[in-house]
């Protein structure tokens, strides 16, 4: 290749990557409000204006906007900027790793690693906001890593198309399995947490009716799938008071499960909610050390990537997730810590896998065995 086109192709992939960074934005923000990612075109949610083509130009509107609406002066977030300079920045790390600059280049994966990075800046953002990962990443994932390795065998570093569907189901088995086995753990030894107040919070629901209803606890809002990750569960808190309609308890201990009300042993069901309020010392609440979501996300990386990617993320992502877990512990905001979701994590140390982490196991493995 002549450097006209070794330098006009790293620069298309990393506007490719601006490109594909500007529609992963419209999926961060679709996806979990189960709007559709194709039509209609984008709008300002906050006063409904069509976003024109000129304002939709990745990088270049954000900054000539300076961050607002052009119609109503809403702030537009810097989430924007930053997914599409992440993608942009990652597409061209994968181009450089295994493109043209590459000792012995793999053109056939570069797409490939595309598109798993894209579906980890989709689940990470979408987890940062909503505490879930969309299926359409995990259970997406799940099926592309298998059909992908189908296709392609070297992504699994295999000579034939059978080794490499094997070695991705038995990627797919051992990231599902482990991480079910972590989170089943994990439910037994930190199943549920306390929390105590320094001073009470006013606790109240929304008039809204069953799954669209939220629960407000001082300045967190709970969105009500999220109160109870398993039906069985229940939370706990200790009301200095409480107030039902008409009636009111003073130290009380209210239960609150998914049917309803338990308030000092006499029952009342979810419909009340709306005329509930109370004050709110210390509670109880069930939790999830790690959601379904991330097992899924790991069964998808064993997909792509085998075996031996999963043993590497688990190990950086629950190091990297330590690290910020003693970071908040030190730093006294160890509460917060309870919300912080762990998908970001695998992300981040796949994203690793990807840009070194796969070579040096290779390298390892080939100087093991002998072959290459
Ligand atoms: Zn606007």
Not at 146 to 158: C, F, K, R
Request: charged share 20%; proline share 5%; with cysteine.
């Amino acid at each position: 290749m002549t450097p006209f086109w070794v330098t006009y192709l790293t620069m298309l992939a990393f506007f490719f990557g601006a490109c594909v960074g500007s529609f992963l934005n419209v999926c961060i923000y679709r996806i979990p409000r189960d709007e559709s990612v194709v039509a209609p075109r984008s709008h300002c949610p906050k006063c409904d204006a069509m976003i024109a083509w000129y304002d939709n130009i990745p990088f270049v509107s954000w900054l000539a906007l300076k961050a607002r609406c052009r119609h109503c002066g809403a702030p537009i977030s810097p989430r924007y900027f930053l997914v599409e300079l992440l993608t942009s920045v990652l597409f061209l790390a994968v181009w450089n790793k295994y493109g043209f600059y590459a000792e012995k280049p793999h053109y056939e994966l570069v797409p490939i690693f595309w598109l798993v990075i894209s579906g980890l800046i989709l689940g990470t953002f979408v987890d940062f906001e909503h505490m879930i990962l969309p299926d359409r990443v995990t259970i997406g994932g799940m099926i592309a890593g298998v059909a992908l390795s189908l296709l392609v065998p070297s992504l699994q570093n295999a000579h034939s198309a059978q080794i490499s569907f094997m070695r991705s189901l038995i990627g797919l088995a051992v990231g599902f399995g482990s991480l079910f086995a972590v989170a089943e753990v994990g439910k037994i030894i930190f199943g549920r947490k306390r929390i105590v107040l320094e001073a009470p919070v006013e606790l109240s629901f929304s008039a809204a009716e069953n799954d669209e209803r939220t629960m407000k606890l001082g300045d967190e809002d709970w969105a009500w799938d999220e109160l109870f990750p398993r039906a069985s569960d229940k939370w706990k808190l200790e009301c200095p008071a409480a107030k039902l309609g008409d009636r009111t308890w003073n130290n009380v201990v209210v239960e609150l499960r998914e049917s309803g009300l338990n308030i000092g042993g006499e029952k009342f069901p979810a419909e009340q909610l709306a005329a509930f309020t109370a004050s709110v010392n210390a509670y109880r609440y069930p939790r999830e050390a790690m959601g379904f979501g991330d097992v899924k996300l790991m069964g998808a990386i064993g997909a792509f990537f085998g075996w031996p990617a999963i043993f590497f993320t688990v190990l950086l992502s629950s190091i990297l997730g330590s690290m910020v877990g003693i970071y908040l512990i030190v730093a006294k905001k160890y509460e917060w810590q309870s919300r912080i979701p762990y998908g970001p994590y695998i992300a981040l140390a796949c994203v690793v896998w990807i840009l070194g982490g796969r070579e040096w196991w290779l390298d390892y493995w080939f100087w093991l065995t002998g072959a290459r």
